[in-house]
């Protein structure tokens, strides 16, 4: 998801971004007039991502205007959650970090709950998707005053699968 957010913003000039993820670092390399910042850490085995305290202080050092992420499950009572504890604490630090809080997270993640909680829905600000979510979550969404952007509605699917 990182990846094609920053591929998404590509043409964009004078950005600075701060990542814990080394496949956004990689993607970046070869952008002039960008400052990348990576906020240190310990690599996690099999993943592409760093965390630890070293990564939180890295977010916490920084006030930013946008903090985009993304999670594993997305529950109405359970909010926002990820696969591991360390992964959360680093979302957590992002957030705290931020003016304005995006969750960019695909259809297969709605009615998910994953072990360890990011943070509640009302955290958040603007939840950008793929696929328009259903009738009860537009709804949610408008009662939370959290903004919706999902894919144009006249893609050949109109359901997640």
């Not at 701060?18 to 240190?40: P, Q, R, Y």
């Not at 992002?94 to 990011?118: G, H, N, P, Y």
């Not at 709804?139 to 997640?160: A, H, M, R």
């Amino acid at each position: 998801t990182a990846v094609s957010i920053v591929k998404a913003l590509r043409t964009k000039e004078r950005l600075t971004v701060v990542t814990n993820s080394i496949e956004v670092l990689v993607e970046l390399n070869d952008v002039s007039g960008w400052d990348i910042i990576s906020t240190g850490g310990t690599l996690k085995e099999n993943y592409l991502a760093l965390v630890g305290p070293r990564a939180v202080e890295g977010f916490n050092s920084f006030n930013v205007d946008k903090a985009i992420l993304s999670c594993k499950g997305l529950d109405m009572e359970k909010g926002i959650t990820d696969a591991n504890e360390m992964f959360s604490q680093v979302k957590k630090a992002m957030l705290r970090s931020a003016k304005q809080k995006i969750l960019a997270v695909d259809c297969t993640k709605f009615e998910k709950v994953a072990f360890s909680k990011i943070c509640d829905l009302e955290d958040i600000d603007l939840v950008v998707t793929d696929v328009r979510p259903s009738d009860e979550w537009m709804e949610y969404f408008k009662d939370k005053g959290i903004e919706c952007l999902y894919g144009e509605e006249n893609q050949n699917y109109s359901v997640c699968e």
